[in-house]
């Protein structure tokens, strides 16, 4: 067996030569010196270099998708919008069965249960204890607070200082939704807001820069957004098809913060109902405001 293996390997270290002839005149062109193991080698390493290539253009380039059983653009774009419409019915779901276990509530004489504050809720469920928070100041704290002040002194849309003998007539309000009136301010008939009609699927701006406090469903107004602003000023946006900001978040005069759209029990078609209250009164936005 040692023999047999020592002749073995001498055949593999043999050397050939590969002799590349003229056929009409026999003159050498070429020659090579192989040997068996070499060849082995150079072929080993001429197919790994040929899986390697095959496995970038698989991985980096659009040849993939003809691979049988891989989805192609079309089919992975599907899967992700059902993703998302399953994760909106989900959500219908559960504030579906929020709004009955509040009637049930309600029909047994109870207090039903407040859902506006997820995060609160959440936090409520956890094992923390809220006597053991610290609220102690650090000098890091400090130094943090310090930063943030100076860099928010020129910030012109985040910070408003109250001056109470303003006028809130010189405000320049921005307009929520470019569209059509069609349900004017009136408080005779109880209607404290501006309906206002535009294209499907029109973004609703914000009318002045605030501090978004309310964003939630409700039965009446559907999906309402209200955003509190300087100068004792609130505005309120109802019957919204989506959501775009959450309650908490600080947004521009002008920036996007819902899609118009039709939810809520009482709407007549898809339309933006606004509202804007001053130190909790309503007030006519068309005084303010050109549709």
């Known amino acids: 067996m040692v023999k047999k293996k020592k002749e073995y390997i001498k055949k593999l270290k043999n050397k050939y030569r590969l002799v590349l002839l003229n056929d009409s005149t026999f003159e050498e062109k070429r020659s090579i010196r192989l040997s068996r193991l070499n060849t082995f080698s150079f072929g080993g390493l001429f197919i790994i270099l040929l899986i390697a290539i095959g496995a970038v253009l698989i991985i980096f380039t659009p040849l993939r998708e003809y691979i049988p059983g891989y989805p192609d653009g079309n089919m992975r774009r599907n899967i992700l919008l059902n993703a998302i419409k399953t994760d909106s019915l989900q959500n219908e779901i559960r504030i579906r069965d929020q709004y009955f276990q509040n009637l049930q509530l ?48 020129y910030n012109l849309s985040g910070n408003y200082v109250e001056n109470k003998s303003e006028n809130i007539s010189r405000l320049n309000f921005f307009v929520p939704l470019n569209g059509y009136v069609t349900n004017k301010f009136n408080i005779s008939d109880q209607h404290f807001g501006t309906d206002i009609v535009s294209k499907p699927n029109a973004s609703v701006l914000a009318t002045l820069s605030g501090t978004v406090i309310m964003s939630t469903w409700t039965f009446d107004a559907g999906y309402v957004i209200e955003i509190q602003h300087a100068h004792g000023l609130i505005s309120v946006y109802k019957h919204n098809s989506q959501l775009l900001k959450k309650t908490g978040t600080v947004v ?34 068309e005084n303010y405001i050109v549709f």
Do not use: C
């Open 106 to 153: 309600i029909t047994q004489g109870k207090e039903p249960n407040n859902y506006l504050d997820s995060e609160d809720s959440i936090i409520s469920d956890t094992s923390i204890e809220l006597k053991d928070v610290n609220f102690s100041k650090s000098k890091y704290d400090s130094i943090l607070r310090k930063q943030i002040e100076e860099t928010e002194v």
């Open 252 to 285: 521009k005069a002008g920036e996007p913060i819902a899609i118009i759209g039709n939810t809520g029990e009482y709407t007549t078609g898809p339309h933006l109902h606004f509202e804007i209250w001053h130190k909790g009164k309503p007030i006519d936005a």
